[in-house]
């Protein structure tokens, strides 16, 4: 085979073999083809796409660059969730916990933020003491123990998607569906989980900005899941705006706390609330229960945040940030935006409060960038809502005093004001299934 008449095969619109996918990427990762000629088969890749075949071969062929986690030492049902990036995004921190309760075994990697989004190691590392770095073994322990980890990826998860995810960040050819789909499968199989759910982001914060988008790339994710023998399901979510009131680390904590004790904003209450259910569903298809009942009640319970404070304890936390939010890291530098007129917030630009919170020193450009695990955003008033002149909108932190004006007029930049009533829009745009479940569809 030469890689040569492979690029060609695509760029003409042609279908790959299981053997012509397994030939490119084993002889990407380990040397045998160079960048340019990678480079260069991407974006066929991106300009004729990929069969859903090919797609799920192409993900095998990542998955098994690398090592695979077996969680077959725990006992019971494993499962995994997985949010394409957003901002605001806590919803694994508390979705764990919560699915936890119910008695399921949540076997986690996350990732960094980086750019506009935030991610979930920075945030669970912003609780003194809490490590995420843990053995394979410790890992598997604590959630047969405890029921949860959340912890990083190992480096020799799906190599072949390192290598080809940093050659297709400067090569244009990142925002591919099938190469999106393979990259976030691969590390989603190799994980090991039996159960995984996705939580597809759309709008001015995400990847896919528009809703047939959105659920092209949540179908191609759910059938290379099904197509591998893990139980997968989508949602596609709105991320037109920020999801709760807190943007940040250490303030984002606060907020799973808050949803813990079953307090909270009511958008990232339903959202955590309906992912937990989506995993409990996909555990126990055939029970019928009421399963937002259930979910709730591990939540009103206590249950929940008692297993978010096992988690903090067992990866070396102070677990008594749940009664006493002190204990975690305190800005100390803040400033407030005012309204100046009354009105509406019709619109807040999702990316630009990410950027915004990034200013402060909460997010990093580089992957080795530091963050100030204190520093964020408070938004007191958010899409839909109507504003008083003199009002507080938003707070800012951070500890570095001159990061504050900036970051300031950046935020300032991400509203849109009308007089009149500002429209809400739904925060769960669609539900994707297994195809063959015939349950696809948009639910507004
Ligand atoms: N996240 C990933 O892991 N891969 C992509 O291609 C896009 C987002």
Redesign the pocket.
């Known amino acids: 085979m030469r890689i040569y008449d492979l690029i060609k095969k695509k760029r003409d619109g042609g279908t790959h073999s299981k053997e012509e996918l397994r030939f490119i990427i084993d002889s990407y990762v380990s040397g045998n083809i160079p960048d340019y000629q990678i480079s260069a088969w991407l974006m066929a890749v991106y300009f004729q796409g990929m069969s859903s075949e090919e797609t799920l071969e192409f993900t095998q062929a990542l998955v098994q660059s690398g090592d695979q986690v077996d969680l077959s030492a725990i006992d019971g049902v494993k499962v995994d969730k997985h949010s ?2 957003g901002v605001g995004d806590k919803t694994s921190l508390i979705v764990g916990p919560i699915v936890a309760a119910c008695g399921l075994k949540l076997a986690k990697m996350s ?1 960094r933020g980086l750019g506009h989004t935030g991610g979930t190691l920075d945030k669970l590392e912003a609780i003194p003491g809490l490590s995420t770095e843990l053995s394979e073994r410790e890992f598997i322990e604590q959630v047969q123990k405890i029921g949860l980890a959340i912890i990083g990826q190992t480096a020799d998860l799906a190599p072949g ?1 390192k290598k080809l ?1 940093a050659l ?1 960040d400067v090569t244009a050819t ?1 925002d ?1 569906i099938p ?6 499968m691969s ?1 989603k199989l190799a994980a090991g989980s039996d159960i995984i759910v996705l939580d597809v982001k759309c709008g001015s914060g995400a ?1 896919m900005k528009n809703v047939k988008d959105a659920v092209e790339l949540a179908q191609t994710m759910v059938d290379i899941g099904e197509g591998a023998g893990r139980k997968t399901a989508a949602l596609v979510t709105d991320m037109d705006r920020p999801l709760g009131q807190c943007i940040g680390n250490a303030i984002e904590i606060t907020e799973v706390i808050q949803v813990l004790k079953d307090e909270g904003p009511e958008d990232l209450r339903e959202l955590c609330f309906v992912l937990s259910s989506e995993l409990l569903k996909l555990a126990n298809p055939e029970s019928g229960q009421d399963y937002d009942a259930l979910v709730r009640e591990a939540v009103s319970s206590g249950k929940a945040l008692d297993c978010f404070a096992q988690m903090v304890a067992a990866q070396g936390g102070d677990p008594h940030i749940t009664q006493d939010i002190s204990i975690l890291p305190q800005p100390k530098y803040s400033a407030e935006i005012i309204a100046v007129q009354d009105g509406w917030i019709s619109h807040m630009d999702t990316e630009t409060c990410g950027i915004a919170s990034s200013m402060l020193g909460a997010g990093r450009l580089k992957m080795d960038d530091q963050i100030q695990p204190a520093a964020g955003i408070r938004l007191h008033r958010r899409s839909g809502e109507q504003v008083k002149k003199g009002e507080i909108l938003a707070e800012l932190y951070t500890d570095d005093e001159t990061l504050l004006a900036a970051a300031k007029s950046k935020l300032e930049s991400a509203y849109v004001f009308t007089e009149e009533k500002a429209e809400s829009k739904a925060l769960i745009l669609a539900r994707v299934y297994a195809k063959d479940n015939s349950k696809t569809g948009l639910d507004v």
């Open positions: 394409t990036g990732g998607d995810y297709r990142v591919s190469l999106i789909a393979g990259s976030i590390k990847f």
